[in-house]
């Protein structure tokens, strides 16, 4: 469900759930008569309570009314959304990304799928709910720690000293360790051992999503996605199960938006 709570004349209207309505009217924008383009700004005010109740008339449903989470106005929604996975649809799955990241990975997203096979509505899904939780909606692409305790980390290939900080985790599913930017390296013909930056895993927004694809191809977790498998997908990640409620949720949202 993309919304949690009421949105509306008088409903909740929590930022994350007016930005989710936002966002949806205008991928409605073009259907049944419907027209509009709001700003998602998560701000619930004159012009996106102009454009509910222009979308609730145009469906036969009373206009003025907040929209809830399972309701006929949210099954319209849903119903009209175009297929494919566009900016707004990415936003809205990763509901507390800022715009400007949303534009800077969109593109790159999508080359991902196409060279990882990422490529059926459910294996799209539970990339992006893992993605969501691992990178904070995209906020983060590098760990925040300074890396200095995988100094020394033979398991990890880290031999030489300063290895921990400069072979630190990053990616948008965090590729740590000398021996793991090698093997990587070697798959996307880079040197980041001697020629390529490392720190280029995580401010290059097209290799940031690619090692997260490479991972993903890697350990076969399209083989648990056609599966459903969320559990057996975060284990894999992430060595345990840590955030799995979180991660599905932004699973739940995916598929709202992408199954439908």
């Known amino acids: 469900m993309c919304i949690t ?135 983060y692409t590098e760990e925040l720690a300074s890396g200095t305790a995988y100094d020394g980390r033979k398991d990890l290939g880290n031999l030489q000293p300063g290895d921990g900080p400069r072979f630190k985790g990053r990616g948008l599913i965090q590729l740590t360790g000398r021996a793991n930017y090698r093997q990587y390296g070697q798959y996307c013909k880079r040197d980041f051992e001697a020629k390529d930056d490392p720190a280029l895993v995580s401010t290059d927004p097209a290799l940031a999503v690619d090692v997260a694809g490479w991972f993903w191809m890697t350990r076969k977790l399209n083989d648990w996605a056609d599966q459903d498998n969320l559990r057996e997908i975060t284990r894999r990640i992430n060595g345990g199960f840590n955030g799995l409620d979180d991660r599905a949720a932004y699973l739940a949202r995916a598929k709202w938006l992408l199954l439908g």
């Open 5 to 139: 709570q009421s949105v509306g004349p008088g409903g909740n209207n929590a930022s994350a759930d007016v930005r989710s309505l936002q966002l949806l009217l205008n991928l409605n924008s073009g259907q049944r008569g419907f027209s509009c383009k709001l700003a998602t700004d998560g701000q619930w005010g004159a012009a996106s309570r102009t454009a509910l109740a222009s979308f609730q008339q145009a469906i036969g449903t009373p206009p003025g009314q907040p929209v809830k989470p399972d309701d006929a106005t949210m099954a319209a929604l849903r119903t009209g959304l175009p297929a494919g996975l566009a900016a707004p649809k990415l936003w809205a799955v990763m509901i507390n990304a800022s715009g400007a990241r949303i534009d800077a990975f969109t593109q790159p997203m999508l080359d991902v799928f196409g060279r990882y096979a990422i490529d059926t509505p459910l294996r799209i899904a539970h990339f992006l709910a893992q993605i969501a939780h691992e990178s904070g909606c995209l906020r």
